[in-house]
Antibody
Framework: QVQLQESGPGLVKPSQTLSLTCTVS??????????WSWIRQHPGKGLEWIGY???????YYNPSLKSRVTISVDTSKNQFSLKLSSVTAADTAVYYC????????????WGQGTTVTVSS | DIQMTQSPSSLSASVGDRVTITCRAS??????LAWFQQKPGKAPKSLIY???SLQSGVPSKFSGSGSGTDFTLTISSLQPEDLATYYC?????????FGQGTRLEIK
């Protein structure tokens, strides 16, 4: 059974870069059947899609964050990562990684989420 | 961007009730519509995809319908464990967008 687990610093200073990693277990990130995704949820708010990456490295980003976001994949470690630059307090959120079916982009499996606070 | 609007934003229902949540897209999305359940303090869980297909392992008391711009999620025979916030999501086009959520409370 495929599981996803987010990891990374829980506290980031304003103007710095937020870096998170999602480790995939129970399946290969190199499977051509899936996109690997990041989604975030601001405190007490709804869900915001950040972007997808395919194992080949192809990416799709939310235009609202595109200038600050980089999603990358490391197939040797079965991981994919999120970098969000120039963070502000508005980037404080729970960050989820998720797996989406490539055929139609539907999300099926979520990680448990990790809380990132932006504060000095 | 496609805007997803859910109604109601919150509702309270009794055990055994049948509950319906509505989701409207700002433009047609065919059937590229998913529903997620998020219990307090937990990650979202996939319930339904393609507007009406039940995710594996999800009980049949959850059902979805609709196409184009108007969709519904129905929960039959409400139970205490159904306390959660429910989100719709369109994946017809980028950027992927979610509804604002419907908070379901049990009376």
């Amino acid at each position: 059974q495929v599981q996803l687990q987010e990891s990374g610093p829980g506290l980031v200073k304003p103007s710095q870069t937020l870096s998170l990693t999602c480790t995939v277990s129970g399946g290969s990130i190199s499977s051509g059947d899936y996109y690997w995704s990041w989604i975030r949820q601001h405190p007490g708010k709804g869900l915001e899609w950040i972007g997808y990456i395919y194992y080949s490295g192809s990416t799709y980003y939310n235009p609202s964050l595109k200038s600050r976001v980089t999603i990358s994949v490391d197939t040797s470690k079965n991981q994919f990562s999120l970098k969000l630059s120039s963070v502000t307090a508005a980037d404080t959120a729970v960050y989820y990684c998720a797996r989406a079916v490539r055929q139609d982009r539907r999300i099926g499996i979520w990680g448990q989420g990790t809380t990132v606070t932006v504060s000095s | 961007d496609i805007q997803m609007t859910q109604s109601p934003s919150s509702l309270s229902a009794s055990v055994g009730d049948r509950v319906t949540i509505t989701c409207r897209a700002s433009q047609g999305i065919s059937n590229y519509l998913a529903w997620f359940q998020q219990k307090p303090g937990k990650a979202p869980k996939s319930l339904i995809y393609a507007a009406s297909s039940l995710q594996s392992g999800v009980p049949s008391k959850f059902s979805g319908s609709g196409s184009g711009t108007d969709f519904t999620l129905t929960i039959s025979s409400l139970q205490p464990e159904d306390l959660a916030t429910y989100y719709c999501q369109q994946y017809n086009s980028y950027p992927i967008t979610f509804g604002q959520g419907t908070r379901l409370e049990i009376k």
